[in-house]
């Protein structure tokens, strides 16, 4: 019986690998051009790191978590997110004491789910944290920028910004009690995910997906009337900024994300392109999670954005350029008894033409053979070395993309004439 890879869990190959390198390196252009360096830590961390910041009675922790006990009967999990990794290393480390940072992250998540078009079991994120800055303008700065991220992607027209204010956790404890209140009159009304979170973590009801519920919820109390000054005038001065930048949003009252560490902004990027997948960036502010954890008090605010949807949405909209997955510019063939002149060859050019992506035929074969190989790389260009070539130091050029005629140059002419096909 053969070994397949686990549910949820895909491979990435290679055609595929392409579409993903030009998505991450666009963000890490963006973040370096913001100022953000990047932070690595492990995928393996102690539960109670989770449990204490993602909150015991969510989804994720209940139900999500790949968790086991290793040889010394201490309990770990694979991350499911990687905020609480990052305050942990962060703190760990020193990096928040009477300073502020930005910082960013990419790498696998785990959580145990149904796996779905833009939901697997092991997705991948790219996280982006600041901490050590209180006010709403670095707030609105990570708005800004995944922005021009999405222009730069050529997918500003196929998301939407929602936005909203969760106030403090004493805000959201008044909160949370007048909603149960008002839930409770109405028990048999809400769906029966709805009622399970009635008692655990009620506030997830109000981005409940369930029709009727919504439309109960209606009439229940707003939290944006139980909301103190500080966080109305931080709101305030984000909205304000958004709006002199020219930066669209909607203000979603119902807004709350499925993690507890949350205070005061939160927001989703979605998209209307992805079916029922539609947030492919989500964040806001943990200003009290730092000291959750047993570090000193230190704010925070970051997002996460889902590779897989975002790659399925550049697909999706058609904006990949051309040049994307299409792995060389050159194909050498070597045809006869070459193959050293061919290697020898090969390098001089990628010393001299570092820009080119070249690729050398190896393994012998004939020149229809070859050939044939050299079209499906996907190279625009054949150099053809055989031992007539290699005996008057030249080379033949053969276009493969375009309708030109084959021609044979010295080979001290090549790099030349490469500098200005491929400039």
């Not at 991350?79 to 928040?96: H, K």
């Amino acid at each position: 019986m053969k070994i397949q890879s686990i549910r949820g869990m895909n491979d990435l190959l290679p055609q595929q690998s392409a579409l993903w390198q030009y998505l991450e390196r666009a963000v890490a252009d963006m973040l370096d051009r913001y100022g953000y360096r990047e932070i690595r830590f492990p995928i393996l961390e102690q539960t109670e790191l989770f449990k204490r910041a993602v909150g015991e009675v969510t989804d994720i922790v209940e139900k999500e978590m790949y968790c086991f006990d290793d040889r010394n009967g201490d309990s770990l999990s694979l991350r499911p997110e990687g905020t609480a990794g990052c305050v942990r290393a962060c703190s760990e480390n020193g990096l928040l004491h009477n300073q502020s940072q930005r910082l960013w992250y990419s790498g696998p998540m785990f959580r145990y789910e149904r796996p779905q078009k833009g939901r697997l079991r092991q997705f991948h994120q790219i996280g982006v944290e600041a901490f050590g800055l209180n006010g709403p303008d670095i707030d609105a700065e990570l708005l800004l920028m995944t922005a021009r991220l999405w222009q730069q992607l050529h997918i500003d027209h196929a998301v939407t910004l929602q936005i909203n204010s969760l106030g403090t956790a004493a805000d959201r404890a008044t909160y949370r009690a007048a909603l149960v209140e008002f839930l409770e009159a109405r028990y048999e009304q809400l769906d029966k995910d709805s009622q399970q979170r009635l008692t655990s973590n009620p506030m997830r009801i109000l981005d409940s997906k369930d029709a009727q519920t919504q439309a109960l919820l209606n009439d229940a109390p707003s939290l944006s009337d139980f909301i103190d000054q500080p966080s109305r005038d931080h709101f305030a001065q984000l909205c304000a900024v958004l709006d002199a930048a020219g930066v669209s949003y909607e203000i979603n009252p119902r807004l709350v994300r499925g993690l507890d560490y949350y205070s005061k902004t939160v927001f989703e990027w979605v998209t209307t392109s992805l079916g029922a997948q539609g947030t492919v960036c989500a964040g806001g502010r943990y200003d009290g999670l730092v000291e959750q954890l047993g570090g000193k008090p230190c704010a925070g605010v970051g997002f996460a954005m889902g590779v897989e949807r975002l790659v399925l949405l550049l697909d999706e909209l058609g904006v990949v350029p051309d040049s994307i997955g299409q792995p060389v510019d050159l194909y050498l063939l070597a045809v006869g008894e070459v193959e050293q002149q061919a290697l020898l060859l090969a390098e001089n050019l990628r010393n001299e033409c570092p820009q080119i992506r070249l690729q050398t035929h190896c393994g012998g074969g004939s020149f229809k053979s070859q050939i044939k190989k050299a079209d499906k790389s996907g190279a625009t260009v054949a150099l053809i070395l055989g031992e007539d070539e290699a005996a008057s130091n030249s080379i033949g050029v053969k276009y493969l993309r375009e309708n030109l005629d084959q021609q044979t140059v010295a080979q001290v002419d090549l790099v030349e004439l490469l500098n200005n096909t491929f400039k």
